[in-house]
């Protein structure tokens, strides 16, 4: 709900209007019932899709999107094989009539079965619903076949 409000070298961030915003709209939601938007996109799913992973969200409102430049949004998502040697993934949007999917890979990661996003100490917020609220930092992995 904050990740996006702070500054990196202080606690109290300027912008308490937008935390206070959005600390409106889930009182809203669970304590008054109207039905509002008041969360931002959660992982629903994880499965490795060839060289990538496919993560599905929920709480996307009308679709998901990705704020940043390109470099920004490429040092957001890592992803990691069995190895657990985590590297910075590519991210691309997906979906057919609602935008409600992330496909994430990178050259070197074969068989990824890892994911970390906004994995930081003051990470950048990137993944948003179309409400304009903001992904909770998140780590997922897929169960690997030992042999």
Do not use: C
């Not at 109290?12 to 109207?34: C, I, M, S, W």
């Not at 994995?119 to 998140?138: H, K, Q």
């Amino acid at each position: 709900m904050a990740i996006d409000t702070g500054e990196w070298n202080d606690i109290h961030p300027v912008d308490k209007k937008t935390l206070g915003q959005r600390l409106a709209l889930a009182a809203r939601a669970v304590v008054y019932g109207e039905q509002v938007i008041y969360r931002g996109p959660e992982l629903a799913s994880l499965q490795a899709d060839g060289a990538t992973l496919l993560l599905s969200f929920d709480q996307i409102a009308a679709g998901l999107n990705l704020k940043g430049d390109a470099a920004t949004i490429n040092q957001s998502f890592a992803i990691a094989g069995a190895d657990g040697k985590f590297q910075w993934a590519a991210a691309e949007l997906v979906g057919k009539q609602q935008i409600n999917q992330l496909r994430l890979s990178h050259p070197d990661i074969k068989q990824p079965v890892q994911v970390r996003y906004a994995f930081a100490d003051n990470p950048n917020a990137v993944l948003y619903n179309s409400a304009g609220l903001p992904a909770s930092p998140f780590v997922a992995a897929l169960p690997v076949a030992r042999h």
